[in-house]
């Protein structure tokens, strides 16, 4: 049973777009939202990550927005570049030992 | 450098073997984590050390068995190897810094299973 879902799947935006993935979860006693970058080969790599008692979060180009009533967040990638080209996950969990659940990745493609 | 390392990066193997996969990170966190990644890249927490001790036991065949020599080291042991077992096995290690649980993960490494 899948408990994060993530959407959509793959995305394709222009250089300079904005690129926006959703997720939801079920879980109410999730307090630890992690966003994970991987790039093709690689391990995937935290980006940012929000708790819910904030509404949003932005760390340079890169803005978590979440809703605890409607228990969704997304990541919104402002200006997106041909780097930004990746598999977004996210994840959610409560923080005690790190155990998350992954949504299922949505592969980012910006065209130049 | 300082990082999560994994050998082999690539296996392959036949049916029915034994293999190990070992991790090694030397960042001093305290807690260690093995991920399996499918095909479809869905990403799944499969055991979780903490300082030696198991906290995190996924429902994971009891042919993978987990193995903490010391804070540093997490290994994993697969025995009787099955085609669905293939897959790309992550290791990770964990820190909290600024109140967020900041995990690190290895390369992995891709278990193919002929």
Redesign the interface.
């Given at each position: 049973q899948q408990q994060v879902k993530q959407s959509p799947q793959s995305l394709i935006v222009q250089k300079g777009g904005i690129s926006i993935i959703n997720c939801a979860y079920e879980n109410t006693a999730f307090d630890y939202f992690p966003w994970y970058q991987q790039f093709p080969g690689k391990g995937p790599a935290l980006l940012i990550a929000i708790r819910p008692d904030v509404s949003e979060k932005k760390e340079g180009r890169f803005t978590i927005s979440f809703n605890k009533s409607a228990k969704q967040f997304s990541l919104h990638i402002m200006d997106s570049q041909p780097g930004d080209s990746a598999t977004y996950f996210c994840a959610a969990g409560t923080d005690s030992w790190g155990k998350f659940q992954f949504g299922a990745g949505t592969q980012v493609v910006v065209t130049p | 450098d300082t990082a999560?390392s994994q050998t082999p990066k690539y296996l392959v193997t036949q049916m029915g073997n034994d293999k190990s996969i070992k991790c090694e990170q030397n960042l001093g966190h305290d807690?260690m984590?093995w991920y399996k990644q499918d095909s479809?890249?869905?990403?799944?927490?499969m055991f979780?050390y903490?300082n030696k001790e198991l906290?995190?036991n996924e429902t994971v065949p009891n042919r993978f068995s987990p193995k903490s020599p010391d804070k540093a080291h997490l290994n994993l042991h697969i025995n009787s190897l099955e085609l669905g077992d293939s897959a790309v096995y992550?290791c990770?290690s964990?820190q909290?810094r600024e109140?967020?649980?900041?995990?690190?993960?290895?390369?992995?490494t891709r278990l193919t299973v002929l």
């Amino acid at each position: 049973q899948q408990q994060v879902k993530q959407s959509p799947q793959s995305l394709i935006v222009q250089k300079g777009g904005i690129s926006i993935i959703n997720c939801a979860y079920e879980n109410t006693a999730f307090d630890y939202f992690p966003w994970y970058q991987q790039f093709p080969g690689k391990g995937p790599a935290l980006l940012i990550a929000i708790r819910p008692d904030v509404s949003e979060k932005k760390e340079g180009r890169f803005t978590i927005s979440f809703n605890k009533s409607a228990k969704q967040f997304s990541l919104h990638i402002m200006d997106s570049q041909p780097g930004d080209s990746a598999t977004y996950f996210c994840a959610a969990g409560t923080d005690s030992w790190g155990k998350f659940q992954f949504g299922a990745g949505t592969q980012v493609v910006v065209t130049p | 450098d300082t990082a999560v390392s994994q050998t082999p990066k690539y296996l392959v193997t036949q049916m029915g073997n034994d293999k190990s996969i070992k991790c090694e990170q030397n960042l001093g966190h305290d807690t260690m984590y093995w991920y399996k990644q499918d095909s479809k890249k869905f990403l799944k927490i499969m055991f979780s050390y903490n300082n030696k001790e198991l906290i995190i036991n996924e429902t994971v065949p009891n042919r993978f068995s987990p193995k903490s020599p010391d804070k540093a080291h997490l290994n994993l042991h697969i025995n009787s190897l099955e085609l669905g077992d293939s897959a790309v096995y992550f290791c990770a290690s964990s820190q909290v810094r600024e109140g967020y649980n900041e995990q690190f993960f290895g390369p992995g490494t891709r278990l193919t299973v002929l």
